[in-house]
Nanobody
Framework: QVQLVESGGGLVQAGGSLRLSCITS????????MGWYRQAPGKQRELVAT???????NYADSVKGRFTISRDNAKNTVYLQMNSLKPEDTAVYYC??????????????WGQGTQVTVSS
């Protein structure tokens, strides 16, 4: 079981920045992939960015060049630095952890979400 707690959301103007944090209940080095997803009202949850234990990153096209995902193993925390925010970035952002067992089964864990609102 992995518990995730997000923080850092808020209200900002377009062009502003926010940094989201996700604290895990276990060593982040034992988590295969950490990720950020977001969901706007009336829309499906979508992938924003992921980072593996080997520091391989992946970003949605809509956030490339603006968002940066990183991790701090010592703090068991993954971050999402969001710059040049746009109104379309408005959504609830969720932290996700994917843990693959030796048997090959992957377990997914989710945080409670943090609201990001970008005004025009």
């Amino acid at each position: 079981q992995v518990q995730l707690v997000e923080s850092g959301g808020g209200l900002v103007q377009a062009g502003g920045s926010l940094r989201l944090s996700c604290i895990t209940s276990r060593s982040i080095s034992s988590i295969n992939t950490m990720g950020w997803y977001r969901q706007a009202p009336g829309k499906q949850r979508e992938l924003v960015a992921t980072i593996t234990s080997g520091d391989s990153t992946n970003y949605a096209d809509s956030v490339k060049g603006r968002f940066t995902i990183s991790r701090d193993n010592a703090k068991n925390t993954v971050y999402l630095q969001m710059n040049s925010l746009k109104p379309e970035d408005t959504a609830v952002y969720y932290c996700n952890a994917a843990v693959r067992t030796i048997s090959g089964i992957t377990y997914y864990y989710w945080g409670q979400g943090t609201q990001v609102t970008v005004s025009s």
